[in-house]
């Protein structure tokens, strides 16, 4: 099973070929080097960057897996959850490239697309808790089988994603936040300096206080932020750490699930990665990460998930902004 698959459901174009469980091609077009002039995304740029790019990416996707359209056998593109100009871009070219070449045509959920992306290149281990955790989404999972996800816990505000972004614009870090804080926190001590671990005891996340105690923290401590960032950063980047890994934990427990996956762009984080398989190793939790490739949206995880589902929908298939999980 050959698949083309397209992602452009926020700020990156992206079309990959997938063949069943590998990924022969994986194109990502940032739109980094656009959206950071505004120190965010803006909508209706990163649409007309997908319309500008999309013939491209598809293009360079089938050429590197050395393909052409004739090879393939079903095209996938992300449906939903997004940003709704940049989810059209995609459907509308994968409509017309399903009608023209008279394939397959499969609208696949972007967050179930995370899910599955630790897992591409191998085989889908179940049950499992599913950490998603990126700039427009932090969410947990419990995962039975691919017909079986239920959602146990989300964010009442922010992403963890959207948190590490603001704060890392409000401290001058450059764009996307969430990776600048990860490279200027490593030299860093994380217990120089305390910023709130904010839980629920139902299992649901709050980051929009942790992103306050940051615009409070640099009126108070203004020479920190400027002579001390890397401990700022490092201490500010534990808190969220902390809370992604003490709620991930306690829902396997509850849940009693001992595989824990974990994706999304924060998922590429340095600090995450590692301190969540120390605790994992210590609970006795197999914990599954993403490799960096497929943290951050790409246009493989969507491919790979069509492969898994093995399903068709019809061309009438539609984007959706606000779709579920
Ligand atoms: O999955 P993604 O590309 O897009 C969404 O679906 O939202 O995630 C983007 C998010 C951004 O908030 C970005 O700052 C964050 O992932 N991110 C990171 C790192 N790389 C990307 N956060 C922490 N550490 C990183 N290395
Ligand atoms: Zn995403």
Not at 16 to 28: E, F, P
Not at 184 to 194: A, D, E, L, V, Y
Request: net charge positive.
């Amino acid at each position: 099973m050959k698949i083309l698959a397209i992602d452009t459901s926020c700020d990156d174009t992206s079309s990959a070929v997938v063949a069943d469980n590998a990924v022969a091609s994986n194109i990502i077009m940032s739109q980094d080097e656009i959206h950071k002039n505004y120190g965010g995304i803006v909508p209706e740029i990163a649409a007309r960057a997908h319309f500008l790019h999309i013939a491209g990416a598809v293009k360079k996707a089938l050429f590197i897996a050395g393909n052409t359209f004739d090879d393939i056998d079903k095209v996938a593109v992300t449906k939903g959850p997004g940003l709704i100009g940049s989810l059209l871009v995609g459907v509308s070219y994968a409509k017309g490239i399903a009608y023209r070449f008279d394939k397959k045509l499969v609208g696949i959920n972007h967050l179930e697309g995370h899910l599955y992306a630790p897992f591409i290149g191998k085989t889908v281990k179940y049950p499992f808790i599913g950490l998603v955790v990126s700039g427009g989404h932090t969410a947990l999972y419990k995962v039975l089988n691919g017909n079986d996800i239920r959602m146990i816990g989300r964010t009442l505000d922010d992403a963890a994603g959207e948190c590490l972004d603001k704060t890392a614009r409000l401290w001058g870090l450059g764009y996307p936040g969430g990776k600048a804080i990860d490279i200027m926190s490593r030299t860093g001590n994380p217990k120089q300096f305390k910023f709130p671990r904010i839980a629920f005891l139902n299992g649901n996340f709050s980051f929009s206080g942790l992103k306050t105690a940051a615009i409070r923290f640099s009126a108070d401590n203004p020479s920190a932020v400027k002579n001390d960032i890397a401990n700022v950063t490092a201490s500010f980047l534990e808190a969220i750490v902390d809370t992604l890994i003490l709620h991930s934990v306690k829902a396997c427990k509850k849940e009693n699930i001992d595989r824990l996956v974990i994706s999304g762009g924060v998922s590429a984080n340095k600090r995450l990665r590692a301190k969540m398989r120390r605790t994992c190793d210590g609970e006795l939790i197999e914990l599954i990460l993403p490799d960096t490739e497929f943290t951050t949206d790409n246009a493989a995880m969507i491919g790979y998930t069509a492969f898994l589902k093995g399903e068709s929908e019809s061309a009438d298939m539609n984007a959706t902004s606000s779709i579920v999980l």
